[in-house]
T-cell receptor, first 113, second 115 residues
Framework: GNSVTQMEGPVTLSEEAFLTINCTYT??????LFWYVQYPGEGLQLLLK?????DKGSNKGFEATYRKETTSFHLEKGSVQVSDSAVYFC????????????FGKGTRLSVIA | GAVVSQHPSRVICKSGTSVKIECRSL??????MFWYRQFPKQSLMLMAT?????????EQGVEKDKFLINHASLTLSTLTVTSAHPEDSSFYIC???????????FGPGTRLLVL
């Protein structure tokens, strides 16, 4: 079946530290991969995506590369800010159509000044 | 990017009443909408998949008579929690996608508190 595993939080970092949130997946076929961010009390916002192997998604200083050989889509940012404090969800869409996303459990990030 | 709205953002109701939550795609036509439920500090749990003009497909364990879903147009889906009870209190989030897009856009969520 399809599943997403991401590192458990919470992750606490100082401002300007380097961030990595690991995400690995299991899927049949060729899924699309996503990172969503959820700020406190809000819904999910698409952060970045990649639709095929070796694609790199990037947005707001965050990036993630679709690694088929390691079935991974790790999220990275070189220098985090307090405003990046949120919950980050890794997700996959197992097909190219309108199918439900499969989510990881989420990783809570807290950035302190 | 595409915008999805939800209304209301927050609702408090008495036990036994019904609550309707609207999910709208504002700048695109959503052939499919998804309804999720999120408990505190947990991930999203898919409740049902809603396709315009057809009956919703519910996930195992979700009572279709309790959580009524209607997707009457390409821009609107509604979730009605019937005879709500305190255990239905949760954060309900919808998402929408259109055509062959694999990207889903999420609404801001509706926080339901049943007293």
């Amino acid at each position: 079946g399809n599943s997403v595993t991401q590192m458990e939080g919470p992750v606490t970092l100082s401002e300007e530290a380097f961030l990595t949130i690991n995400c690995t997946y299991t899927a049949t076929g060729y899924p699309s991969l996503f990172w969503y961010v959820q700020y406190p009390g809000e819904g999910l916002q698409l952060l970045l995506k990649a639709t095929k192997a070796d694609d790199k998604g990037s947005n707001k200083g965050f990036e993630a590369t679709y690694r088929k050989e390691t079935t991974s889509f790790h999220l990275e940012k070189g220098s985090v800010q307090v405003s990046d404090s949120a919950v980050y969800f890794c997700a996959l869409n197992p097909s190219s159509g309108n199918t439900p996303l499969v989510f990881g459990k989420g990783t809570r990030l807290s950035v302190i000044a | 990017g595409a915008v999805v709205s939800q209304h209301p953002s927050r609702v408090i109701c008495k036990s036994g009443t019904s609550v309707k939550i609207e999910c709208r795609s504002l700048d695109f036509q959503a052939t499919t909408m998804f309804w999720y439920r999120q408990f505190p500090k947990q991930s999203l749990m898919l409740m049902a998949t809603s396709n315009e003009g057809s009956k919703a497909t519910y996930e195992q364990g979700v009572e279709k008579d309790k959580f009524l879903i209607n997707h009457a147009s390409l821009t609107l889906s509604t979730l009605t929690v019937t005879s709500a009870h305190p255990e239905d209190s949760s954060f309900y989030i919808c998402s929408a996608s259109g055509g062959s897009q694999e990207t889903q856009y999420f609404g801001p969520g509706t926080r339901l508190l049943v007293l």
